[in-house]
């Protein structure tokens, strides 16, 4: 976007000495890439894309720091695109890899990646019919083939093996609990400092993952911060989650849950079966109608049937933990579109989870008009998305070209997170055998960091630092 390589932020040729910097996730919670830099290498943790308001979009056009030939490695936490969807742009603009990732997160962006580039080729093409571009044509940020392309890039690796991914720099991936594959990767490098990346962290009561693996030691930890001023109420997210539920199937009504594709929608089923077990659920229809939803549920199948060990043990014991007994998978769109003749009660998950897009919009066109049903809101709902112009009352939604009354009710259950909340976080970097030198706070909104930060510095004694976009630090 009128940006060109004269406009490459200067970053000093490889320095004499270990520095790390701070290209995104730095006081915002997407495009997470932190670059560390050693006499001999440079290798770039999370390639992540901005998400959100149009000023962080932005952020995606612009070129890389560094020459993607020059970086040494990717070392990718999970699967997120905020951590993952910036690695087929970075191949495009000439990284040759490798990108150095868990099992699980290597195959998980084999269906997130393409799926990412899919609709950022979507975006043009609908940029170029309403004019609104920079580009003529209008141009995606990479295609859903740069997007597969960059696949072959990846190596997997094991848990808890250390792997050496340059001249005297070393990685080891730690379960991080937080969607499957997610690590918090060690970086070390010989006779020099470590740094511990927590990646996204987890909360300890997943269903499906164990709880986060204890923090390394190391000199220096990166942390998230996402809910690093606010805590979960879980006593109430399953209590209203099967009371909306139950109150909609009495009157005969259908349920619609926006959800994201990857983990949300394994956690719904998950719950839904053990409601529908302990009664405070009727034993209802559930359909899953997302392609996506559906490839990512194999994936945590087969981990749990192979007894993953990031996966809580013993799950597979009593057939399949996703299954209510009343599961419908719509995988093609003809099936898709049967969902529209099933009455109620009925409960219909699909993606996106935001409502900004995907089969989602078909089902809330066909029942929002309808004041039986229900829309459970389960996640974050982000500012100018529908999912939001949900929660706050709007009357009338557009979608799909056509303005859709809304009568159904509408249900916030925001306590389904995948993220630790302040206090999950604060007692995870408890646990450290040893404390670090410093830690620096990212991947939140300014004021949750600055919490997170404070509650550090005063709960655990050490020393904490919110850094800023783009900051350079050196290493112990
Ligand atoms: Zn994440």
């Known amino acids: 976007m009128g940006t060109g390589q004269n406009c490459r932020m200067v970053v000093p040729a490889r320095p004499p000495v270990r520095v790390l910097s701070f290209h995104g996730a730095a006081r915002t919670v997407t495009g997470s890439r932190f670059l560390i830099e050693t006499p001999e290498a440079r290798v770039l943790v999370d390639c992540g894309l901005f998400q959100g308001l149009a000023e962080l979009r932005r952020r995606n056009w612009k070129p890389f720091p560094v020459e993607p030939s020059d970086l040494t490695a990717v070392l990718l936490t999970h699967a997120h695109v905020d951590h993952s969807g910036w690695i087929p742009r970075l191949a495009a603009e000439g990284f040759g890899g490798p990108v150095h990732a868990t099992h699980n997160t290597a195959d998980l962006c084999g269906i997130v990646l393409p799926d990412s580039g899919r609709l950022h080729e979507e975006e043009a093409t609908y940029a170029g019919r309403h004019g609104y571009s920079r580009h003529t044509p209008p141009l995606p940020l990479y295609t859903e083939d740069q997007a597969r392309a960059s696949l072959a890039l990846f190596e997997a690796h094991d848990w808890d093996t250390q792997v050496e991914v340059a001249i005297g720099v070393w990685a080891l991936f730690r379960p991080a609990g937080h969607i499957l594959g997610a690590a918090q990767i060690l970086v070390e490098t010989d006779e020099g400092p470590s740094v511990l990346f927590s990646g996204d962290l987890g909360r300890p009561n997943h269903p499906v993952l164990r709880e986060p693996a204890a923090p390394a030691s190391a000199d220096v930890y990166v942390v998230e911060s996402t809910y690093g001023d606010r805590l979960h109420d879980d006593a109430r997210t399953l209590e209203r989650f099967a009371s909306a539920i139950a109150a909609t199937a009495a009157r005969g009504g259908v349920v619609v849950i926006p959800a994201f594709a990857v983990d949300r929608t394994e956690v719904l089923l998950f719950h839904l079966r053990e409601l529908m077990r302990d009664g405070a659920v009727p034993e209802i229809p559930v359909v899953v109608d997302s392609p996506m939803a559906l490839s990512a549920l194999s994936l945590y199948r087969h ?174």
């Open 303 to 476: 981990a749990i049937a192979t007894d993953a060990a990031e996966c809580r043990p013993g799950l597979h014991v009593d057939g399949d933990p996703f299954d209510p007994g009343t599961l419908h998978e719509a995988h093609d769109v003809a099936a898709s579109k049967r969902v529209n003749e099933m009455s109620g009660p009925l409960v219909v998950i699909s993606a996106s989870g935001m409502a900004t897009g995907g089969r989602v919009l078909h089902h809330l066109s066909r029942r929002l008009g309808d004041s039986r049903n229900t829309v459970l809101l389960v996640g974050y709902q982000a500012a100018g998305t529908r999912g939001r112009r949900l929660l706050e009352g709007e009357r009338m939604l557009k979608m799909l070209g056509r303005y859709v009354p809304v009568r159904a009710e509408i249900v916030d259950v925001p306590g389904f997170s995948v993220h630790a909340d302040a206090d999950d976080l604060v007692a995870w970097l408890a646990r450290a055998g040893t404390p670090p030198r410093i830690v620096y706070v990212v991947h939140g909104e300014p004021a949750a960091s600055e919490a997170l930060r404070a509650r550090i510095e005063s709960e655990l004694g050490w020393a904490a630092v919110v850094p800023g976009p783009g900051e350079r630090v050196l290493l112990p």
